[in-house]
C-alpha cells in the first residue's frame, strides 16, 4: 500500500511509532470536544515549560492552517506581509493567506531563502500612505524553503528590524525542530528567545500524521481572536485529544529532537557522499534535512524512475532530496548508488 | 486523561478499534503526499463503488472544512446559500463560509430544522436583479441539526424544487450515515439517487479520529475547482494515507453502517426510557442518534454534574443527548437513572 | 434623454442646482487630488461644526460603499452584524458587505423595520464561544427600509442595550436628513447625541449627484483605519474636491433640510390623499419621504403604465412610492388623479 | 479653493467644460436608477461604436473599481494575476483586488513598466498543481505607470501568448486615452483589435469628475457575471445617469483624443526643455503624458515649494510630473523656469 523510504518529501514518510501509541493511549472512552479536555490543556502546559509562560498555543490540523490562523489573527485586510519570493506561503498554498486574509503579499527575492533587516526595509515604506497596502507581518521560514537556517543572531537582528519599524516577526516552522537541532538550541531560545511574535511550530513533517502548532508569544493583543480565527479557518478539530497525544508524544523524551536531529544527519551524509560524485554540485548549504543538487538533467529521469523526488528548478537542473525521521544508512547508500550510476549512464 | 462516556455529543467518543487499526497498518514506509499515493486512490475507488462512478470523492479534515470546500466549489461571491437557521453552516462555524467564499447566507425558519420546497421558494425571488445576492445553493443537513430526518420522497422534491429554479443541493452530512441507516437506505439511494449536487460526507462522528469526504455528483463542471478550493481551504492533508485508511476501515464490512445503526438504536432506546418520566418531553422527533428533551430546569444542572451535555434552548428548558457508537445500554440505564432522580429531587 | 418625475425612487430625481452650481464653481484650476486639497479639509471642519468636534468624517462614492466603509473598518471577519431582514446591506448590496469584510450578517425579523433592545438581545448569545460569529455592531436605517423613524428615545435605548453587551451601534443613513427633518431635531442631536458609533449619512438621494459621508463618533480606536478600508473598498474618489462641493452646497444655507423636509411633505400630501380612496390602505406609518400602499393588483399595473414605481410586497400586493426634494404639489394631484381612475376601473 | 496648475497627477486637473456642461444638460427631470434610464443606454450604444458590436460595457466610479470589477469578474480565488511589480493595482491600490478577488498577484520586476510574452512565461508554471495559485489574467497597463507604451506589435504578442496559454489579457487603462493618441490608432485597434479580453477604460484622469468603464470583448462567458461583480464591489452609481453624461461628452467631436493628445503634447513640450537642462536627466521613454526625471537632490525640494508633485525613486532621485488636459505652454515655461532656477541654485 506504500512505496518505499523516497526522497522526495518528509512528509512522504508516515508517523512514529511513539506517536502512534500515544494516539492508542489517548483513545479511552470520552473527551470532551474541541480542545476543551483535561488532556489537551495538559499537553498546553508542557508547551509551556518548553516555550514559556506567554506561549498562547493552538492546534491545528496542517501546516497551511498553522500559517493561516496565524497570519490572519495577526493581520487585517489593508495589512500586508513581507516574505520571500520562494516561501511556502506565497508559492505552496494556492493563496490560502490572500483569500482568508484579503492581505497582500510583498515578495522578497533572495539567494537562499533568507529575508535580511535591509531586505526588508526595502519594503517598508509609504508607511501612512492610504493608497499602499501597510506592512505588518515579516514571516520566514526557518528553516528555509531551502534547508538553510538563520541563525540566533540573524534573528535577533530581524526582530530588531521589525520593532523599528513596528511589525510583527512570524515564523513559517513546518521544519523548526531541524533548525533547533541543526544550531543546537532549545525550542525557547530560538523563538521566544529571539523575540518572535508568533511560530507555526510543525509536527507532520516530523513524524506526526497530522497536526501542527500555532504559538503567539509576549501576550500580544491580537491574539485574543485566535480561538475565532481558527474556528473560521476551518482548522479545529472536534477529536482535539488525538492532536495533543501526538505532540505529548513529541515531548516525551525529546522525540522532537531525536527525529529532527536523525533527518539533519541523513541529509549530511548524503550531501557528504554526495561530494564524492563530480557531476553533482550541491547548490545550497546543507544545514537541515534538505538536499538541493545541480543534476545533469539526462540523470534526473533515471533516479527519479526508482525514487520519486521534485525538481526544484527545471531551468537550472536543480532537484530537492530530503531526508525524514526515518531514512536509514541504507536507503541513502542505495540512493547514492542510484546516482552514481545515472549520471555516469549520461 | 478521558471523561466517561457522555451524551454532549457524538464527537466526544473517540475512534473506532477498526478504524486505529487501520491507521497503523497503512504507516508502512513512504508515500507519496497530498493524495498522490496508490492506496488513497484505492479507497477513492471503493467510494465510487459505493456512491456511483460519477462521484468526485475529496478527502478533507473536518465537517467545517467540508462544507466550505463543497460550497466554495459551487459558488461566486455574489451568489447565495439558502439554509435553516439552525444549520451548522450558519450556526456553529465562526463564519467560516462567509468568510471564504464571501457569499450570503440567507437563513429560513423552520419548526423541525427541514427545508421544503415552499420555504425555498419563498427566498428565491428577484433572480437577475443585481442587487440581491443570486440564491445557487440550498443547503441542507442530513440528518438534521434536531435530528430529524429528510426522506427520499423530501430529497426528491426538494431536488424538482432546485432544478426548477437553476440551483445546486448540498447535503451537511456530518451525520449522513446515521440517516441511510435510519432510513433503511443505501448510501447511493441517499445521495446520487435523490439527485444531491454535492454531500459532505460525515466520518468524524461516526468514530474516525478527524476526516470527512466531500463528494460531488454528475460531473458538475464546477467541480474541476475542487481541488483548488481544497488547497485553498486548507484542507489537504498531506500525509492523506492516514484519512484514506481511516474511511477504509469504515467502509469495511460496513462500519460505518453498523456504527451509525448501534448510536441510532441507543437514541431510541433512550427516548423510550425517557417516555416513562412524566417530567421529561420528547421536543423533537427522534429519528436518529440525537434526543431532544425539555427538562425542568432544575432538573438539568443535576444532571449535567454527572454527565456533561449542552443545553440548546435556555428559554425552552430544551437540552440535546447525543449517543454515539460506542454508547451502551448500561450508560443509557445509568443515564436515565441519573435523570429520574434529578427531576424527582425538584 | 430623462423621464417625468416617478415615484420610484428618490434616487430617480437628478441632482439639486445648488448642489450642480458648487461643482462649476469648485471646478478652478488644480487641488491635490484624494482628499489632500484644503477645499475638502474645509468641508469636512463644516461637518465637525455640525456633528460634533470628534466627529471623523470620510468621503465615499455611494450608499453601499459607505456601509462597507463603516463596517469594515469596525468589524474582524468573525464578528457579525445583527440588522432586520429587510436592512439594505442584508437585502439590495449583492452581498457586498459580507464579501468585503467576511463577517456574518444575523437578520432579525421586524413588523415595521426597527430593531428594538429585545430584539437584538435575541441574538446576543455564545458571546466567547469560538463556534459562533460573535455579534459587534448593530446596524440600523435611519429612517428605515420602510420610512418608519427611530425616535430619540428608542436609539437612547438601542444605544444603552449595545453598550451594555459591548457592541457598537451603526446607522445607515442614506436617508439621514429625511429622519431628522421628521423628527425636527439637528443631525448632531439625531447622531452623537444618542450615541450613535458610526454614521453612513446619504447624500445621493437628497438632491447630490452621488456623494455620501462614513462618520466616526466617539474617538473610536478603531477608526484609525479607516482611511485604509475606505481606498480597499475602492471608495476613495481622485478628484475629491468634487464630493466637498456638493455636501457643502448641502449644508448651505440648510439645503439638505430643505430638501428633506420638502420630500417628506410631499409623502405626506401623497399619503393624505389617498385616505380619500377607499380602495387603497396605507402599509406603514408615513414618517419619512415614502408611502407603502396596499393597492389592488388590477390597479397596479394600470398606474406603472404612467409611473414608474416598484412592487415592494407581491404576496401582499404592496408597493413602494417614494417623494424626492424635486417632487411638485402638482406631480402628487397628477400621480393621485391616475390612482383614482385606476382603481376604480378594476 | 484650489492651487494653481501642478504637475503632481492628471488627476489634479478639475473637469472638463464640455463634461460639465452635458452634466448640467442631463440633469433634467427623473431617470431610471442604476443604469436602467434611456440615456446610459444610449451611451452605451456609443461605446459599442467605438470599441466593436461585442463591446460589453459597465460604468464604475473610479480606476481601482475598474480593475476589481474587471479582475472579480474574470477571476476565482484559487487563480493569479500577472502584472509588473509597479503596477497601479499592487502598488496603489491598499490590496483592493486581493481583498475582494481572494487572488493571488504574482509580480514581475521589468525596467520600463511593461510585461513581456518572456516574463510573462516565467510565471506560467505549475499548471494544474493544486499547492500553487493558476495564473489566469495577465494585467498590463497601457499607458504604464512610467509614461511608456505597449505598440500594437507587443500587444500582439501578449496576446498570442495568453492564448497559448489559456489565459486572459486585462488593460489597465486609467490613461488608455492618451496611449490611443500617442500611438495615432483608434481605441478598437488598441483594445479589440490587439485581442484585449478586458479593459478598464479611464475617464477621470482625462478630464472627468469621476467614472470609469469596464469593458469585456468577445463574448467571455465570465462577462454575465459582471452586473453582480459592480455591485458587490460597490460600484453601481445610482444616478447613473451622470456618469453617462461626461462619457457621451467625451465621446463627442473625440473629446478624449482632444484632451489627451494635448496632455501628451505638454509632456513632450516638457521633455523637449529639460534636455537643454543638463543636470536633468530623463528617466523613461516620454510616449504619453508623464515625465520620469532625474533631479538633483538639493533641487526637488526647491522646485516642489512651487510646485507639488510626487517624488517616485527618492533613492534613484527620480521624480514623476505628469500633464493634463489643461496644462498651457505657459504652466510649461513657468515650472521649466522654476526647475532651471531649482538646479543652479544647488
New interface residues.
Partial sequence: ??????F??D?????HAEV?AA????????????GG???TH?VIERFRRIFGDDADVHFV?????AN?VAL?TLL???Q?IICTRNAHL???????V???T????I?VDTPDGKLTPALVEREVWRMGD?????PRVVSISQATELGTLYSLDELRALRACTTRHGLLLHVDGARFANAAAALGVSLRELSAGCGIDALSFGG??NGM??GEAVIFFGNLAEAQ?A?????????????M??VAAQFDAMLTDDLWLRSARHANAMAELLAKKLAHIPQIQIAHKVQSNAVFAKVPPHAIEAIRERF?FYTWDAAQSVVRWMA?FDTTEHDIDEFVQTIREAVSAG
Fill in positions: 500500500m506504500t512505496i518505499s523510504r523516497s522526495a518529501s512528509n512522504n514518510a508516515g508517523a502512534l494516539i492508542t493511549r489517548s483513545n479511552d472512552g470520552h473527551a470532551r470536544g474541541y479536555d483535561a488532556y495538559h490540523f496542517n501546516g497551511t492552517g493561516v490572519g487585517r485586510s489593508h500586508a506565497f508559492m505552496d498554498e494556492c493563496g490560502a490572500e483569500n482568508f484579503g492581505s497582500q503579499l515578495t492610504q493608497h499602499h497596502t501597510q507532520t513533517k500524521l497530522f481572536a480561538p475565532f480565527v481558527r474556528k473560521q479557518a476551518m482548522q479545529l478539530s472536534s477529536k485529544r488525538f520519486f525524514a
